[in-house]
């Protein structure tokens, strides 16, 4: 089956991402990539444009795919698709920030994986991409905490250039609104990469007038949140993410309790 082709190609399983908006953009990539790789003229950076096959395929595919849960492959697509529409929010793409992200791919998921995500990103980025249906068609299959991680991917993906220009930072802030992430949790994850005086304060959702008691209870409830075995169901390479995550809510803690001397 379609599915299962793509998604071995994928490095993992496929479900609802082959219905609804995503669907489509899936559709017009997979058809004019696997065309060309079963012709042989497909190499590495050359994108043929038939979106014939697949896309007919992805298009009568119920919305809801191979069931609601989550599969890694439905969450490596759902993060190329942000992704896209993060690079695209400046206006323009270049190469070198396809270089940039195709390092963090190569951080986060290792170089073989990596190599396949790129080749979908690019062709991704010739597409209109409609962000409030993408978004919403994520925010109804996927889980809370793949949400949170999937916002964490993005702020990463937007500081590979080593620069955080305020146009990504407002689409970011767009996706988290319609992927149903709370303000507090928006703010608190932006905090882990854009960096001011009240940081730690930010990433455990706090103010800086928090009682001793208050800094402690935040902790606990981030430290919950955040923990990586939420999102085990998405593999290693999202757990090891999140692993870091976890730790900025450590490190955030740990900065608290030095400035106020608390053990």
């Keep these: 089956m379609a599915n299962s082709k793509y998604g071995k190609w994928i490095g993992g399983g496929l479900g609802w991402v082959l219905g609804g908006p995503i669907g489509g953009i899936l559709g017009f990539v997979f058809g004019s990539m696997f065309d060309g790789m079963q012709s042989g003229e497909f190499e590495y950076g050359q994108i043929h444009g038939d979106s014939s096959g697949a896309g007919r395929r992805a298009q009568g595919h119920p919305y809801g795919g191979a069931g609601t849960k989550t599969q890694p492959g439905d969450f490596a697509v759902s993060l190329v698709v942000l992704a896209a529409a993060v690079m695209k929010a400046d206006g323009k793409v270049v190469r ?124 606990r409830k981030m430290a919950l949140k955040y923990h990586p075995d939420r999102v085990t169901h998405l593999g290693e390479d999202v757990k090891k993410s999140a692993e870091n995550k976890f730790k900025k809510v450590v490190d955030a803690y740990n900065a608290i309790k030095k400035e106020r001397g608390l053990k």
């Design 96 to 219: 070198a920030e396809l270089d940039y992200v195709k390092s963090f791919f190569d951080h986060q998921f290792g170089e073989e994986k990596a190599k396949q995500l790129v080749l979908i990103l690019r062709d991704i980025l010739k597409k209109d991409i409609r962000v409030m249906d993408v978004s919403l068609q994520i925010k109804q299959y996927m889980d809370y905490s793949s949400r949170l991680q999937l916002v964490h991917f993005l702020f990463g993906i937007a500081q590979a250039d080593e620069q955080t220009h305020q146009e990504e930072i407002n689409t970011i802030e767009l996706i988290s609104g319609y992927l149903g992430l709370s303000t507090k949790d928006f703010q608190s994850i932006k905090a882990m990469f854009v960096k001011d005086q009240q940081q730690p304060y930010k990433i455990l959702e706090l103010s800086p007038e928090a009682t001793d008691k208050e800094v402690k209870d935040a902790y």
